[in-house]
Structures are given as structure tokens and as C-alpha cells.
């Protein structure tokens, strides 16, 4: 028999510890984590008084289970469908009417109904109240669970050599298949099975990029993921590099390859900027304005290209998307790389912009990788050049047709049959907007909030379709 002032289990409620507390193991001299062997324990509710409960419903204990079944007298009857709409036909045919506070159905004995002074029936407040205890101080005080999250210092890493078992799950540690790993947020060591989670940081442990956390920190972060994603995320700060001149070599040379979104951006609005001038200056090899007005998206790309009848390719870049308002949707890195066949010959570094026609151009570049093929007309000689092709676009999200315009530096010179598979890459838009959960179709035709980091890209965006309109 329980009794009142002793406490109450609920397996369903976790309990917010601090995930990683170590203590010497006296037989193996490890440090381990610190687990309470009923990690899950409540103080009882106030009122709740379970012998009294039992005393009152005639509950013995005997049996293989420990507890009798109560008997048939006094068992209360079940609640079913028929019993229900027996009490519904007695609310709309007014038999319930009568003095009696609460009403029992000749049928079932089902006490659910209860009347008014006035006659009129109602509900029993044990009908429709929850049966489920509630929510006790320490899961419902979110607030300072989360304050003392976000509030938390960069923990001291335990050495490897602290145990030869995994934290969480007590497997031994394996070269190959179970490797030791460190959470980033606790400092403990654990196998790569209990570390797959990967989290945004608080602010005073100075890192940008999701970090690998063993399960239970996993948990604890998950719940302030909405606002980290506004405070620490490379998404949300400001760009540095948002100047473009000749001072430093990446002004007037992109690199084929970034390795973060930072980079691609500060690419593509390096391009959009070079075309800008092209319009301005040559205004004839520039990108059409009817063409560019009916975009319902760009590609801007930095590729390299070199062979001698076969060529490779290979580049990265971004795209975005335009949405119904006019505005620009928020930027998706992506990969290119293929191949070329055709009367060619000489290496050539080539800025791209692909202009995407209609809403299934658009689904083509949110599949995972998507195929294109087109043919081109290249010629480059010094540091200046002109690539004009238009191709066929296709990938498990739809086929579309989009149009390139380039501008090219090096020297090579051919007509030539281009194959190309175009690949999302998922880990650069991890690293950049912190969202394990977000999808390229969520960041072009979501609701994806323009990063502030992306400014000088819409800022570049802005200024050539200006410059184009006008003319």
C-alpha cells in the first residue's frame, strides 16, 4: 500500500537533469555518467491519496499479479457507445428532467449526467476532465529549463582515456564500428550510435555550425532550436564580405569551389555585378530583359573547364528562387560537374547564370540531383569570353527548360554536346542555416526568411534588374 506522502512514478515524464554527471566506478576505476536508478520520480500529487482510493473500490491484494479483481457488485460499469447515446436520447426526449443532482441510466447505470435547479442537464466534470496526472513544477517551469540551457559554459572535455565504454549505452568502444566520440555541449564520451544528433550551440560556447551531442543533450537542445536559429546561426549574422573591388584577388577571380555558403554567396553577387557592368557597358551582351523579367528563378555558378575534344567540368554555386510578391526566396547551394564532346580544345573559368523559366524549372533544382543536357557555343581569349547555351533540364522533382549566359576567362574555343548532373548540397545548407530539418523545396518555395548573411546577393539582384529595366 502506497502511502500518501511517498512518491509517485509516471515512466512517460522525463525527468531534466543535468545529462552528463561522472562518478569513479570503485571495481573498473572509470569515470562513468552518474544515473539514478529511478531516474523518473515525482513527489505525489496534493490530495491524491491512493489508500483511500483502494479502501474506497475494494481492491485486496492476492493473486499472481498482486492485486483481485474487484467484485461484480461493485464493479463500475463501462463506458461504451451505447451507454453514451442511451444518455444523449434521454437529454433530447427530456426524461432526464428530475430533481436528482446527478441521473443513472436504467440501462447501463452509468452516473454521467447531472441537472441544473433549473432542469437543465449537463455533463459530470469526471467525464470530460483528464484522468492524466498533470504536469508537475519542474517540466512545467520550461522557462528556466531553458534559461539555464542557454545560459550554459563550454563544459571541460573527459579524456579518452576515462573509460573504454560508451556513456550511454555501456557498449565497448570498436576501431571501426563504434569509435569514440565527444558531445560537444556535456563533454562526455560516447559511441557514434548515440551521438547522430546534431545541434546549434548556445552563444558562449562560439560556434556557428550544428555540432555533434550525444542523445540526452540532443533533448535538452531541441527545444531552443527556434531561437538559436536567430542568434548563432551563420544564417543570421551579418555578412563581412560584402565589398567587391579589385583590392583583393577573389574581386575580380571567383574560385570554382566554395566550401561554405559564405563563399558562394560572396561568388554570385561578385557575378551578378560583373553582368551588371556588361549591361551597362555592351548592353547588346547582356542578358535580355524580357528574358530575365519573366525569371521565375537564377542559377549563378562558377565552373572550370578543360580538355581537348573531351572536357570535364566541374564548379559550385547557388540559386534562389523568385516568389509571388517579386522578392527572392532565400539561396540553396548546389554542385555541377560533367562533361563535353565536341570540336574543342583549351581550359577557360567560367561564371554562369542560369535563368530558370516557369515553376518546373524551379521544382528541377529542389531534387536531390537532376541531369541536364544542351548544347553550346564557347569562346574565350584572355580575360574576357562568351558562353551561350540552352539546355534540357530534368530530376525526379520535374523537367524544365532553362537558358545560361556566361562570361568566361582563360582560352578555349569549340562547339560541343554538354552533359551535366547538378547536386544539392545538403551539408553546406546544414552548416549555414542550422536546420537539420530543412529541405531545398522548404528554402525556395517555403517560407524560409531571407538571411541576413545573404545580403550583398539581393543587394546585387536588385541592382541588375534595375540597371536592365531601365534600359
Not at 563550454?154 to 573509460?163: A, F, K, V, Y
Amino acid at each position: 500500500m502506497v502511502s500518501p506522502k511517498e512518491k509517485v512514478t509516471y515512466s512517460s515524464f522525463p525527468k531534466l537533469t543535468n545529462p552528463i554527471e561522472t562518478n569513479s566506478n570503485s571495481k573498473t576505476n572509470l569515470w562513468v555518467p552518474q544515473v539514478s536508478p529511478n531516474t523518473n520520480t515525482y513527489p505525489a500529487i496534493d490530495g491524491y491519496d491512493s489508500a483511500a482510493e483502494e479502501e474506497e473500490q475494494g481492491v485486496e491484494e492476492s493473486g499472481i499479479d498482486g492485486w483481485a479483481p474487484l467484485p461484480a457488485s461493485n464493479r463500475p460499469p463501462e463506458v461504451n457507445l451505447r451507454n453514451v447515446l442511451l444518455g444523449l436520447i434521454a437529454i433530447v426526449t427530456g426524461r432526464n428532467k428530475s430533481g436528482n443532482s446527478s441521473q443513472k441510466s436504467d440501462n447501463s447505470g452509468i452516473s454521467f449526467l447531472g441537472s441544473n435547479s433549473n432542469g437543465d442537464s449537463f455533463l459530470l466534470p469526471s467525464v470530460y476532465l483528464p484522468s492524466a496526472p498533470p504536469l508537475l513544477g519542474e517540466v512545467m517551469n520550461s522557462v528556466g529549463a531553458h534559461k539555464s540551457v542557454l545560459e550554459a559554459e563550454p563544459p571541460e572535455w573527459l579524456p579518452d582515456s576515462c573509460t573504454s565504454f560508451c556513456m550511454q549505452c555501456s557498449a565497448p568502444f570498436a576501431p571501426l564500428t563504434r569509435g569514440r566520440h565527444h558531445c560537444r555541449f556535456c563533454g562526455g564520451v560516447f559511441c557514434r550510435v548515440c551521438t547522430k544528433g546534431r545541434c546549434l550551440l548556445p552563444r558562449k560556447f562560439r560556434v556557428r555550425d550544428p555540432q555533434r551531442v550525444c542523445d540526452g543533450c540532443y533533448d535538452r537542445l531541441d527545444p531552443v532550436q527556434g531561437l538559436l536559429l536567430n542568434q548563432v546561426s551563420n544564417a543570421s549574422q551579418t555578412a563581412k564580405h560584402d565589398v567587391m573591388d579589385w583590392t583583393s584577388m577573389r574581386g575580380w577571380l571567383n574560385l570554382p569551389v566554395g566550401m561554405k555558403m559564405e563563399d558562394e554567396i560572396y561568388k554570385a553577387a561578385n557575378t551578378l555585378r560583373s553582368f551588371t557592368q556588361v549591361a551597362r557597358f555592351n548592353p547588346e551582351k547582356s542578358i535580355p530583359q524580357a528574358v530575365l523579367s519573366g525569371a521565375s528563378g537564377l542559377a549563378v555558378l562558377t565552373v572550370v573547364k578543360a580538355g581537348a575534344v573531351l572536357t570535364y567540368k566541374v564548379g559550385t554555386g547557388l540559386v534562389v528562387a523568385r516568389r509571388s510578391d517579386g522578392s527572392w526566396s532565400a539561396p540553396s547551394a548546389i554542385l555541377s560537374f560533367g562533361l563535353g564532346w565536341g570540336a574543342q580544345i583549351g581550359g577557360e573559368l567560367m561564371d554562369f547564370v542560369i535563368v530558370l523559366h516557369g515553376s518546373e524549372a524551379v521544382k528541377t533544382f529542389t531534387s536531390r540531383m537532376h541531369f541536364s543536357l544542351g548544347a553550346g557555343l564557347s569562346a574565350a581569349a584572355g580575360p574576357i569570353g562568351r558562353v551561350l547555351e540552352a539546355d534540357l533540364r530534368t530530376g525526379e522533382r520535374g523537367t524544365g527548360v532553362c537558358y545560361t549566359y556566361s562570361c568566361s576567362k582563360g582560352a578555349f574555343v569549340g562547339v560541343s554536346l554538354e552533359g551535366n548532373f547538378v547536386m544539392t548540397r545538403m551539408d553546406a545548407n546544414l552548416r549555414f542555416y542550422g536546420d537539420p530539418y530543412l529541405t531545398t523545396t522548404d528554402i525556395l518555395l517555403g517560407t524560409v526568411d531571407r538571411p541576413k548573411a545573404a545580403g550583398p546577393l539581393y543587394s546585387a539582384l536588385h541592382d541588375l534588374l534595375s540597371k536592365i529595366n531601365y534600359m
